[in-house]
């Protein structure tokens, strides 16, 4: 499976369940490793900083 | 996601009338709902617009929550959706106006900061609002990946911009967007994974300064 597909698969993952074991893909696909952990980092702060607005709104 | 019960008796209390309630829900919704309906604006109007103004914030709640008697919330995304789409309506009734305004004072004598009344409302309103949040070491950082952030959304395809709106700032469930754009749960979900993957391609360059920043090792050994 290329890339592209390998993420989003995780990513279907993630969304259903922010707290994915990564590791089971990293130890999958251990070839992309660091660029799979690099996109989930990426991915968490992207909703982070969507929930974050809460921050200065919500009480 | 279903209303939480705060914000449920904050609307039955607001819809009664009372101002500490629609404080409160002022003070819950303003900063999500803003970003929202600046997100829909085209980067021209929101600076026209200059939303950043509190006293055009609160006249445009105030006048969201005007109509709340009309409107019955089914889930927190049907209720964070539907304010969204009052606000808009609001800001566009406002250039409405504006626009009419120019066109009768070629001059350029009329400013957006002006007192504005909404069609079918007699006054101008004001609701007080409460000053509570994170420090303004937080607010800097917040600020800095919501503006990056908000800027990748730029662009996005105009549909997957959309669909990241309702699912992650107006917390609509797949279902429920589904029904926004007569669409499957399961088209939805599709489109909104492949539009977030493209967000996530967008933000890596910009977004890693700011990790550096916030210790990438932190991040790290969150996963």
């Given at each position: ?8 698969e ?41 929930r ?8 | ?14 819809k ?44 445009v709640?105030m ?61 101008k ?5 409460k ?7 937080q ?37 429920e967007?589904g ?13 909104y ?31």
């Open positions: 499976m290329d890339f592209d597909n390998i993420l989003l995780i990513l279907n993952e993630f969304i259903k369940n922010e707290n994915i074991d990564i590791e089971k893909y990293c130890n999958r696909y251990p070839q992309y490793k660091d660029a799979l952990l690099d996109k989930l980092i990426i991915a968490k702060l992207i909703k982070q900083s969507f974050e607005e809460d921050l200065s709104g919500k009480n | 996601m279903e209303l939480d019960s705060q914000t449920k008796s904050l609307i039955v209390s607001a009664l009338g009372n101002k500490e309630a629609l404080n409160h829900l002022f003070a819950r919704y303003q900063s999500r709902v803003l970003r929202v309906v600046r997100l829909r604006l085209t980067p021209d109007l929101r600076h026209k617009l200059g939303l950043q103004s509190m006293d055009i914030l609160q006249e709640f006048y969201a929550f005007k109509h709340l008697k009309d409107f019955e919330p089914k889930s927190q995304g049907h209720f964070l959706n539907w304010l969204s789409k009052k606000v808009q309506h609001y800001i566009y009734d406002r250039l409405d106006y504006i626009s009419r305004e120019k066109r009768k004072a070629p001059q350029g004598k009329i400013s957006i900061e002006q007192e504005f009344i909404p069609k079918g409302e007699t006054s309103m004001k609701i007080q609002l000053d509570k949040g994170p420090t303004p070491y607010i800097a950082v917040i600020k800095e990946k919501k503006e990056i952030i908000d800027s990748l959304l730029d662009l996005l395809e105009p549909e997957q911009k959309e669909i990241i709106i309702n699912r992650d700032l107006e917390e609509l469930t797949f279902k967007i029904k926004l754009y007569d669409k499957s749960e399961d088209a939805v979900r599709k489109q994974t492949r539009a977030f993957k493209k967000l996530i391609e967008l933000s890596e360059e910009k977004l890693k300064p700011l990790i550096a920043e916030l210790t990438y090792k932190e991040y790290k050994d969150g996963f």
